[in-house]
């Protein structure tokens, strides 16, 4: 009986070696969760301080023409939300690498990163494309689509949840696209609130 014991115990711990070396295991559930903050707080500033909620595919005060007022400020407002959102998954991933007793930068983080960049790097020249031609509307809907998209292209290389919660993502891009008049809202529900709770989660199941 203590032999069948042993040999189940050298199995979990072969079983978590195998894992931890092709699956990155970093991500931190408080970075979704701060995400989703920033992304709530930057919908609202857009909304009451921009007066950013196009109400149709084009918006003449956010078309191409104006791009060095309202919609530059939407722009850098974006740029900035991203890089303090990007900045804190760094931070807290890396104290939670450091704990685990691994490095953050390793060969299945890059695999993670690989995965997701194509189609970031994709959406985000439609994008770039899209504000150009004047498609205002369009904007928040592909950017859930396409970070959908890259969460679920990385997913196998990390936790099976990130699968979920990318095609949550997509799913409230294609709503999104459709009702493009409410196209703040949902970009506020999909990366703020669903970023919320799928943070919260992941603290609970794997960070306590």
Do not use: C
Not at 24 to 37: E, H, N, R, V, Y
Not at 84 to 98: F, N
Not at 99 to 121: C, D, F, S, Y
Not at 188 to 207: C, P, Q, R, T
């Amino acid at each position: 009986m203590k032999q069948e014991q042993d040999y189940s115990r050298d199995l979990a711990e072969i079983r978590t070696m195998m894992e931890r070396s092709t699956k990155f295991l970093s991500l931190s559930g408080w970075a979704g969760i701060m995400a989703g903050i920033y992304a709530l707080v930057g919908a609202y500033i857009a909304y009451a301080v921009f007066d950013f909620h196009p109400d149709g595919i084009t918006d003449s005060a956010f078309a191409a023409g104006a791009w060095s007022t309202g919609l530059l400020n939407i722009i850098l407002l974006a740029a900035f939300i991203l890089a303090m959102a990007i900045g804190t998954a760094i931070y807290l991933s890396s104290k939670k690498a450091e704990k685990r007793g691994e490095t953050l930068w390793n060969a299945t983080a890059r695999r993670v990163l690989i995965n997701m960049a194509v189609p970031l790097t994709v959406g985000g020249l439609l994008i770039l494309i899209l504000i150009a031609k004047g498609f205002i509307g369009f904007v928040a809907p592909f950017t859930l689509l396409f970070y959908g998209l890259a969460l679920y292209n990385a997913s196998k290389y990390t936790y099976g949840e990130m699968r979920s919660l990318g095609l949550i993502q997509v799913g409230l891009g294609l709503i999104s696209a459709y009702f493009v008049g409410y196209g703040l809202f949902f970009w506020a529900l999909g990366f703020g609130v669903v970023h919320i709770i799928y943070g919260i989660y992941m603290h609970y199941k794997y960070e306590r």
